[in-house]
Protein backbone atom coordinates (compact mmCIF):
# COMPACT_ATOMS: atom_id res chain seq x y z
CA UNK A 1 0.00 0.00 0.00
CA UNK A 2 1.30 3.39 -1.07
CA UNK A 3 1.87 6.11 1.48
CA UNK A 4 1.87 9.96 1.11
CA UNK A 5 3.73 10.19 3.90
CA UNK A 6 1.95 12.86 5.88
CA UNK A 7 0.71 12.87 8.99
CA UNK A 8 -2.95 14.55 8.16
CA UNK A 9 -5.84 12.25 8.83
CA UNK A 10 -6.92 13.11 4.85
CA UNK A 11 -3.66 11.62 3.92
CA UNK A 12 -4.34 8.81 5.96
CA UNK A 13 -7.73 8.41 4.75
CA UNK A 14 -6.16 8.46 1.41
CA UNK A 15 -3.67 6.04 2.19
CA UNK A 16 -6.15 3.11 2.94
CA UNK A 17 -8.94 4.44 0.35
CA UNK A 18 -7.54 5.83 -2.59
CA UNK A 19 -6.84 3.33 -4.55
CA UNK A 20 -8.68 2.64 -7.54
CA UNK A 21 -12.08 0.49 -6.79
CA UNK A 22 -11.39 1.03 -2.63
CA UNK A 23 -14.21 2.93 -2.36
CA UNK A 24 -16.61 1.36 -4.79
CA UNK A 25 -15.62 -2.40 -2.89
CA UNK A 26 -17.17 -0.57 -0.09
CA UNK A 27 -20.23 0.74 -1.47
CA UNK A 28 -21.23 -2.14 -2.92
CA UNK A 29 -20.98 -3.65 0.39
CA UNK A 30 -22.90 -1.24 2.19
CA UNK A 31 -26.17 -3.26 1.42
CA UNK A 32 -24.55 -6.04 3.16
CA UNK A 33 -22.28 -9.24 2.48
CA UNK A 34 -21.43 -10.24 -1.35
CA UNK A 35 -19.58 -13.28 -2.48
CA UNK A 36 -16.28 -12.31 -4.23
CA UNK A 37 -18.10 -13.72 -7.94
CA UNK A 38 -20.49 -11.09 -6.80
CA UNK A 39 -17.98 -8.31 -6.46
CA UNK A 40 -16.20 -9.31 -9.52
CA UNK A 41 -19.44 -8.90 -11.65
CA UNK A 42 -20.38 -5.75 -10.26
CA UNK A 43 -17.37 -4.29 -11.08
CA UNK A 44 -16.74 -4.65 -14.90
CA UNK A 45 -13.34 -3.62 -15.61
CA UNK A 46 -11.73 -4.94 -12.23
CA UNK A 47 -9.07 -7.65 -12.63
CA UNK A 48 -9.63 -10.76 -10.19
CA UNK A 49 -5.66 -9.78 -8.87
CA UNK A 50 -6.71 -6.08 -8.40
CA UNK A 51 -9.68 -6.80 -6.59
CA UNK A 52 -8.10 -10.03 -4.55
CA UNK A 53 -5.40 -7.73 -3.65
CA UNK A 54 -7.88 -4.51 -2.78
CA UNK A 55 -10.04 -6.68 -0.80
CA UNK A 56 -6.78 -7.89 1.62
CA UNK A 57 -6.12 -4.69 1.71
CA UNK A 58 -9.26 -3.75 3.12
CA UNK A 59 -9.25 -6.41 5.77
CA UNK A 60 -5.65 -5.30 6.80
CA UNK A 61 -7.03 -1.69 7.36
CA UNK A 62 -10.27 -3.62 9.58
CA UNK A 63 -12.58 -2.09 7.11
CA UNK A 64 -14.31 -5.52 6.21
CA UNK A 65 -13.95 -8.77 7.49
CA UNK A 66 -14.40 -12.27 5.35
CA UNK A 67 -17.17 -14.69 7.03
CA UNK A 68 -18.84 -18.10 6.10
CA UNK A 69 -22.65 -17.97 5.71
CA UNK A 70 -24.28 -20.24 7.64
CA UNK A 71 -25.25 -23.91 6.03
CA UNK A 72 -27.24 -24.99 4.12
CA UNK A 73 -25.04 -21.90 1.61
CA UNK A 74 -21.60 -22.23 3.28
CA UNK A 75 -20.31 -19.70 0.75
CA UNK A 76 -17.51 -17.13 2.16
CA UNK A 77 -18.87 -13.86 1.85
CA UNK A 78 -16.68 -10.59 2.89
CA UNK A 79 -18.78 -7.79 4.93
CA UNK A 80 -18.21 -4.03 6.43
CA UNK A 81 -16.78 -4.36 9.82
CA UNK A 82 -18.33 -1.60 12.19
CA UNK A 83 -15.10 0.84 11.21
CA UNK A 84 -16.14 0.26 7.54
CA UNK A 85 -19.68 0.78 8.00
CA UNK A 86 -18.59 3.99 9.71
CA UNK A 87 -17.82 5.02 5.62
CA UNK A 88 -21.25 4.66 5.07
CA UNK A 89 -21.56 8.92 5.37
CA UNK A 90 -18.37 8.92 3.16
CA UNK A 91 -20.05 7.35 0.55
CA UNK A 92 -22.86 9.09 0.62
CA UNK A 93 -21.29 12.77 0.88
CA UNK A 94 -19.06 11.69 -2.45
CA UNK A 95 -22.56 10.22 -4.09
CA UNK A 96 -24.16 13.69 -3.23
CA UNK A 97 -21.18 15.55 -4.78
CA UNK A 98 -20.94 13.22 -7.93
CA UNK A 99 -24.78 13.66 -8.94
CA UNK A 100 -23.91 17.23 -10.93
CA UNK A 101 -21.66 15.52 -13.14
CA UNK A 102 -24.53 12.69 -13.67
CA UNK A 103 -25.45 13.90 -17.58
CA UNK A 104 -27.28 9.65 -18.91
CA UNK A 105 -26.06 6.40 -18.36
CA UNK A 106 -24.47 5.62 -21.90
CA UNK A 107 -21.94 3.08 -22.10
CA UNK A 108 -21.79 3.05 -18.53
CA UNK A 109 -23.05 0.27 -16.19
CA UNK A 110 -26.44 0.87 -14.02
CA UNK A 111 -26.94 -1.56 -11.01
CA UNK A 112 -30.54 -0.90 -8.86
CA UNK A 113 -28.16 -1.95 -5.91
CA UNK A 114 -26.26 1.78 -6.09
CA UNK A 115 -29.73 3.16 -6.77
CA UNK A 116 -30.98 1.79 -3.28
CA UNK A 117 -27.84 3.10 -1.51
CA UNK A 118 -28.47 6.55 -2.85
CA UNK A 119 -31.99 6.26 -1.37
CA UNK A 120 -30.35 6.78 1.76
CA UNK A 121 -29.19 10.26 1.20
CA UNK A 122 -32.18 11.12 -0.83
CA UNK A 123 -34.66 10.20 1.67
CA UNK A 124 -35.74 13.10 3.82
CA UNK A 125 -38.66 13.15 6.32
CA UNK A 126 -39.71 14.72 9.71
CA UNK A 127 -42.40 11.65 9.98
CA UNK A 128 -41.04 9.95 13.11
CA UNK A 129 -43.67 6.82 12.42
CA UNK A 130 -41.33 4.24 11.02
CA UNK A 131 -41.67 1.88 8.03
CA UNK A 132 -40.85 -0.44 5.67
CA UNK A 133 -40.99 -0.72 2.05
CA UNK A 134 -39.82 -3.99 -0.29
CA UNK A 135 -38.02 -3.11 -3.51
CA UNK A 136 -37.51 -5.38 -6.46
CA UNK A 137 -36.08 -4.07 -9.90
CA UNK A 138 -34.09 -6.26 -12.40
CA UNK A 139 -33.96 -9.74 -10.08
CA UNK A 140 -32.57 -7.52 -7.12
CA UNK A 141 -34.35 -7.13 -4.36
CA UNK A 142 -33.88 -4.48 -1.88
CA UNK A 143 -35.53 -4.17 1.47
CA UNK A 144 -35.43 -0.37 2.83
CA UNK A 145 -36.90 0.52 6.34
CA UNK A 146 -37.36 4.02 8.28
CA UNK A 147 -36.57 4.22 11.71
CA UNK A 148 -37.96 8.11 12.35
CA UNK A 149 -34.19 9.01 11.80
CA UNK A 150 -32.66 7.63 9.12
CA UNK A 151 -33.63 5.37 6.15
CA UNK A 152 -31.86 2.49 5.84
CA UNK A 153 -31.58 -0.77 2.78
CA UNK A 154 -30.16 -4.12 2.47
CA UNK A 155 -29.88 -6.79 0.02
CA UNK A 156 -32.93 -9.26 0.04
CA UNK A 157 -36.51 -9.69 0.63
CA UNK A 158 -38.06 -9.35 3.90
CA UNK A 159 -41.85 -8.22 5.75
CA UNK A 160 -42.88 -4.70 4.44
CA UNK A 161 -45.85 -2.62 4.61
CA UNK A 162 -45.71 -1.57 0.64
CA UNK A 163 -43.94 -3.78 -2.30
CA UNK A 164 -42.52 -1.65 -5.28
CA UNK A 165 -41.68 -3.73 -8.16
CA UNK A 166 -40.98 -3.53 -11.76
CA UNK A 167 -38.62 -2.89 -14.73
CA UNK A 168 -39.12 0.96 -13.93
CA UNK A 169 -38.84 1.53 -9.65
CA UNK A 170 -35.93 3.44 -9.54
CA UNK A 171 -37.41 6.04 -12.33
CA UNK A 172 -40.67 5.54 -10.30
CA UNK A 173 -39.23 6.83 -7.04
CA UNK A 174 -37.24 10.07 -9.24
CA UNK A 175 -40.46 11.20 -10.68
CA UNK A 176 -39.21 10.48 -14.12
CA UNK A 177 -42.24 7.80 -14.81
CA UNK A 178 -45.23 6.98 -13.30
CA UNK A 179 -45.95 5.57 -10.77
CA UNK A 180 -48.65 3.13 -12.36
CA UNK A 181 -45.94 1.73 -14.41
CA UNK A 182 -44.73 -0.06 -11.88
CA UNK A 183 -46.36 -2.65 -9.57
CA UNK A 184 -47.57 -1.62 -5.68
CA UNK A 185 -48.45 -3.91 -3.03
CA UNK A 186 -49.58 -2.59 0.87
CA UNK A 187 -50.45 0.31 2.35
CA UNK A 188 -51.07 3.23 0.19
CA UNK A 189 -50.16 5.63 2.80
CA UNK A 190 -46.87 4.11 3.31
CA UNK A 191 -45.98 4.85 -0.15
CA UNK A 192 -47.08 7.89 -0.03
CA UNK A 193 -45.03 9.05 2.84
CA UNK A 194 -41.70 7.10 1.04
CA UNK A 195 -41.87 8.78 -2.49
CA UNK A 196 -42.63 12.31 -0.47
CA UNK A 197 -39.09 12.10 1.43
CA UNK A 198 -37.78 11.60 -2.17
CA UNK A 199 -35.34 14.01 -3.71
CA UNK A 200 -35.91 13.76 -7.72
CA UNK A 201 -32.40 14.27 -8.65
CA UNK A 202 -29.60 12.47 -10.24
CA UNK A 203 -29.74 8.77 -11.12
Excluded at 23 to 42: K, M
Excluded at 107 to 131: E, I, K, Q, Y
Aim: net charge positive; proline share 5%.
Amino acid sequence: MRSYKQFCGVAKALDVLGGRWTLLIVRDLLPGPRRYSDLLDALPGITTNLLADRLRELVSAGLIEKRTLPAPAGSAVYALTPRGQALEDVILALGRFGEQYLVAPGDDRVDFRWFAVSLRRRFRSDDPRPFRVQLEQGGVAVHAWWDGRSLHTRDGVEHADVSIRGDRVAMALLGRAPLHSVGVEGDQAVLERFVAGLTPRGT
